[in-house]
């Protein structure tokens, strides 16, 4: 028991320093993430990272909460999943909630706004890091990267809403497993026929 608990204090943890030290929204908990869960921890692959963060962009909520309910869930259970979240929302609540008063006022301050814009730069140079590295595990052939140029291409230049892109992925995904799933099946069953017929004829 005690030590189901220390499990669960960890979890928590884990997901209070991830909400505490990112900035720049559910994607921006990619390197941190990677570096907490991956390198750290070894609580997921990078496989499993990509996978949760695909869910959580392409189902209802925060991409955010949704990967830490996923990796909480993996790693302990439906309470786990709880924990994982609460985690990773405490510092934001605790945070908005200590600056509500002042946050109109910031605006005011020169100082103040340029040093969201150095957090955002470096927001930006965090994000292009990790999606280098995940580059490397999900576009295998020129496939892939083709269609991650289009769809670079479709949300950049014309402002398609990344839903229809979630979605047409999700779509073309399905339906590549199931034509590759029955081509195996035509592969099998013509080599088990070829095999029946190269038998029927020694036995002759």
């Given at each position: 028991?005690?030590?189901?608990?220390?499990?669960?204090?960890?979890?928590?943890?884990?997901?209070?320093?991830?909400?505490?030290?990112?900035?720049?929204?559910?994607?921006?908990?990619?390197?941190?993430?990677?570096?907490?869960?991956?390198?750290?921890?070894?609580?997921?692959?990078?496989?499993?990272?990509?996978?949760?963060?695909?869910?959580?962009?392409?189902?209802?909520?925060?991409?955010?909460?949704?990967?830490?309910?996923?990796?909480?869930?993996?790693?302990?259970?439906?309470?786990?999943?709880?924990?994982?979240?609460?985690?990773?929302?405490?510092?934001?609540?605790?945070?908005?909630?200590?600056?509500?008063?002042?946050?109109?006022?910031?605006?005011?301050?020169?100082?103040?706004?340029?040093?969201?814009?150095?957090?955002?730069?470096?927001?930006?140079?965090?994000?292009t890091s990790v999606i280098v590295k995940f580059s490397k595990k999900t576009i295998k052939n020129i496939w892939n990267a083709l269609f991650m140029l289009l769809a670079f291409?479709?949300?950049?230049?014309?402002?398609?809403?990344?839903?229809?892109?979630?979605?047409?992925a999700l779509i073309i995904g399905c339906l590549l497993t199931l034509y590759r799933q029955k081509k195996n099946t035509r592969d099998i069953s013509k080599t088990t026929e070829?095999?029946?017929?190269?038998?029927?004829?020694?036995?002759?």
């Amino acid at each position: 028991m005690k030590n189901k608990l220390k499990e669960f204090l960890n979890l928590y943890l884990a997901f209070v320093k991830i909400g505490t030290f990112t900035f720049g929204g559910g994607l921006a908990m990619m390197p941190i993430m990677q570096r907490e869960l991956i390198e750290k921890r070894g609580w997921v692959t990078e496989e499993e990272l990509i996978d949760y963060f695909a869910i959580g962009q392409s189902t209802p909520g925060i991409i955010a909460v949704n990967v830490s309910t996923f990796v909480g869930y993996k790693r302990l259970g439906w309470f786990g999943g709880i924990v994982g979240t609460l985690g990773v929302v405490t510092p934001s609540w605790v945070i908005i909630m200590l600056l509500a008063g002042a946050i109109s006022s910031v605006d005011k301050y020169p100082l103040a706004q340029k040093a969201l814009k150095g957090i955002n730069v470096a927001v930006a140079a965090l994000l292009t890091s990790v999606i280098v590295k995940f580059s490397k595990k999900t576009i295998k052939n020129i496939w892939n990267a083709l269609f991650m140029l289009l769809a670079f291409a479709l949300i950049y230049f014309f402002k398609v809403q990344s839903v229809w892109i979630i979605l047409s992925a999700l779509i073309i995904g399905c339906l590549l497993t199931l034509y590759r799933q029955k081509k195996n099946t035509r592969d099998i069953s013509k080599t088990t026929e070829v095999s029946g017929n190269a038998d029927s004829k020694e036995a002759e």
